[in-house]
């Protein structure tokens, strides 16, 4: 594909969610829109916010906390809309409960994993149109 052509897969989806707190036994639902795709300086801003998570000695986190942190930055980078619920739980960081970080985090991490199947599905439907396009031998001896 030319540097101006662009995928025409949408870069944004609506996922709702409803789970149970493991700990509180809060019923959390609601309706998220998650951006698919992150520019370079989204990507750096998504690590900054990991890294600050961390703190200052990262390298002697637990893996929880390891973890969490590149969960919550990655739900930062990439949540649009959310529930009040979460906005008030400062993007689910004051949550007590794991359950609807979890159920957050797996729809995004499968909403990524279809909008790069439908990129690949495009890219490789571009590459056949190209093949069908291209000159056949017997039109390269017609010529």
Known sequence: MAATDAVT???????????????????????????????????????EVRRRLL?????SASVRAADQALI???????????????????????????????????????AKAEFQAAVRAQIDGDKEAIKELAPKPADAVAK
């Open 55 to 59: 703190g200052a000695d990262a390298a």
């Open 9 to 47: 897969v949408p870069r944004e989806k609506k996922v709702s969610i409803s789970c149970r707190g493991e700990t509180t036994a809060t019923n959390y639902s609601g309706l998220f829109r998650f951006k698919l795709v992150l520019s370079h300086k989204e990507q750096l801003l998504r690590d």
């Open 72 to 110: 919550f930055s990655e739900l930062q980078a990439h949540v649009l809309e959310a529930p009040k619920w979460w906005s008030i739980a400062d993007a689910g960081l004051e949550l007590e409960d794991d359950a609807p970080v979890r159920v957050v985090y797996e729809e995004l991490q499968k």
